[in-house]
């Protein structure tokens, strides 16, 4: 066997090890991807019948108000129930005006869906717990029916 047969077999061998190693990185992502498929970073919300049907009520009778209640319940801190978010934060999530966002944020405090909360410039939404409740999963509370 000459230098350059013994190189390439070299060669070969490197890229043999270098392609298993690949398909073996590959199959353990892919193990990862199935056991992690349904799990929902950042905990659940929980709502009660009651509120659900006052949501649907909410989406008819002012969609863009159940447009920002639904950002703030997304972004809702689990515990506390309440987000730190501005107007024009609001405004870019929804696309939507800040007149419309600001009527629509009256409009939740007015129903009690949330409380405002100032914090210098920026307003402290609080979701009312008889409407949504935030916690992590295996956590439970008691919510308004």
């Known amino acids: 066997m000459n230098k350059t047969e013994k190189q390439l077999r ?9 392609l298993s190693n690949t398909v073996d990185t ?6 990862l991807a199935a056991a992690t498929k349904n799990r929902v970073h950042g905990g659940y919300y929980m709502m009660s019948r009651a509120a659900e049907k006052n949501l649907r009520a909410l989406q008819i009778a002012n ?7 639904s950002v703030i ?6 515990g506390t129930n309440a987000v730190a978010i501005s107007n024009t934060a609001l405004c870019k999530i929804i696309g939507r005006s800040r007149a419309t966002v ?7 405090s007015e129903h009690h869906y949330v409380d405002i909360v100032k ?12 409407v949504a409740f935030a916690g992590s999963a295996g956590q439970r509370k008691e919510i308004g029916r």
């Open 10 to 18: 070299d060669e070969l061998t490197q890229a043999r090890a270098l």
């Open 26 to 31: 590959l199959h353990e992502e892919r193990r």
């Open 119 to 130: 914090i210098g410039t920026t307003n402290t939404y609080v979701v009312n717990e008889q």
């Open 63 to 69: 969609p863009a108000a159940a447009l920002v209640f």
């Open 73 to 78: 319940r997304e972004h809702m801190q689990i």
């Open 102 to 108: 600001t009527r629509a944020i009256k409009h939740l």
